[in-house]
């Protein structure tokens, strides 16, 4: 099985702020990788599907890159609507997701 | 729009049995696959299964496999989960989700239900 590893767990930060988040897979998955935004209550949401493309409506502020098994989510420029949990996902053998970050109001 | 309605969540014991449903609505139902993932609560998601359009090709993680059984009616625009011999670790909300591209099975998903919670507890 493929073991995706995201760090950090939590993330505090304000608004204006550029975020990175990175995701680790335990073998090389090339760009088969997904970024889901998820908010209490309700279920993800697809931000970035084959490590790098923007989802249609997804704002720009936010961007996918990586290959193998190195990846990272950016926002450029942090939201009010942004404070969420986001998750990262391979898809190169069936479906794995990380265990998540938390991007929480500094 | 695409909407995805999950039902048929609840309270069950050890042991017991529950089906879930997913109505689809908003596009072609049979071309696109299918899947099932779930959270405990204050958890992750975890994949739980998948169906290809035709309902001829079934995956299930190694976690339900023997225990779950995915299905469509693709006449109802319909997907379902049996769940037998459920135990506590199965409680969590499940969600169904939708594939991306037609005719394909990539394992990532572009539409969620707004999920169904599953309690197994005595």
């Known amino acids: 099985d493929i073991q995706m590893t995201q760090s950090p767990s939590t993330l505090s930060a304000s608004v204006g702020d550029r975020v990175t988040i990175t995701c680790r897979a335990s073998q090389s998955i090339s760009s088969w990788l997904a970024w889901y935004q998820q908010k209490p209550g309700k279920a993800p949401k697809l931000l970035i599907y084959?490590?790098?493309s923007l989802e249609s409506g997804v704002p720009s502020r936010f961007s996918g890159s990586g290959s193998g098994t190195e990846f990272t989510l950016t926002i450029s420029s942090l939201q009010p609507d942004d404070f969420a949990t986001y998750y990262c996902?391979?898809?190169?053998?069936?479906?794995?997701f990380g265990q998540g970050t938390k991007v929480e109001i500094k | 729009e695409v909407q995805l309605l999950g039902s048929g969540g609840g309270l069950v014991q050890p042991g017991g049995s529950l089906r879930l449903s997913c109505a689809a609505s908003g596009f072609t139902f049979s071309t696109y696959a299918m899947n099932w993932v779930r959270q405990a609560p204050g958890k992750g998601l975890e994949w739980v299964s998948a169906i290809s359009g035709s309902g001829g090709a079934t995956y299930y993680a190694d976690s339900v496999k023997g225990r779950f059984t995915i299905s469509r009616d693709n006449s109802k625009n319909t997907l379902y989960l049996q769940m037998n011999s459920l135990r506590a670790e199965d409680t969590a909300v499940y969600y169904c989700?939708?594939?991306?591209?037609?005719?394909?099975?990539?394992?990532?998903?572009?539409?969620w239900g707004q999920g169904t919670l599953v309690t197994v507890s005595s």
């Open positions: 084959k490590a790098s």
């Open positions: 989700a939708k594939e991306p591209v037609p005719g394909t099975m990539w394992y990532y998903f572009d539409y």
């Open positions: 996902q391979q898809y190169n053998n069936y479906c794995t």
